[in-house]
Nanobody, 125 residues
Framework: QVQLVESGGGLAQAGGSLRLSCVDA????????AGWFRHVPGRERLFVAG????????GYADSVKGRFTISRDNAKNTVYLQMNSLKPEDTAVYFC??????????????????WGQGTQVTVSS
């Protein structure tokens, strides 16, 4: 059973960096494509970045391309999101997701099999 736990959120200044981690306590993460989504109150949870099981294919939302990098270490059952050049509009709760096995990585909510509990990222101007 996949049990996703995010960490690494916090407060950063605009232009700064944070790295989020998502570890699968169930130790089966390598069997799933993975993604990061973010949620702002009053809006829907949106796709940020995704990575396939082997880590050789990634995808990004236009709003984060060139600034965020998703990666994974299957030996550690962990997926990362390196966030650079942060902007105030990146402020959100960030959720890790493990995708259904029919997709390279989850992009739509219906493609998500498991969610983490979320970690808050706040970027000050």
């Amino acid at each position: 059973q996949v049990q996703l736990v995010e960490s690494g959120g916090g407060l950063a200044q605009a232009g700064g960096s944070l790295r989020l981690s998502c570890v699968d306590a169930g130790r089966t993460f390598s069997s799933y494509g993975a993604g990061w989504f973010r949620h702002v109150p009053g809006r829907e949870r949106l796709f940020v970045a995704g990575i396939n099981r082997s880590g050789d294919s990634t995808g990004y939302a236009d709003s984060v391309k060139g600034r965020f990098t998703i990666s994974r270490d299957n030996a550690k059952n962990t997926v990362y999101l390196q966030m650079n050049s942060l902007k105030p509009e990146d402020t959100a709760v960030y959720f890790c997701a493990a995708g259904k096995r029919t997709y390279p990585f989850p992009y739509y909510h219906r493609e998500v099999n498991f969610w983490g509990q979320g970690t808050q990222v706040t970027v000050s101007s």
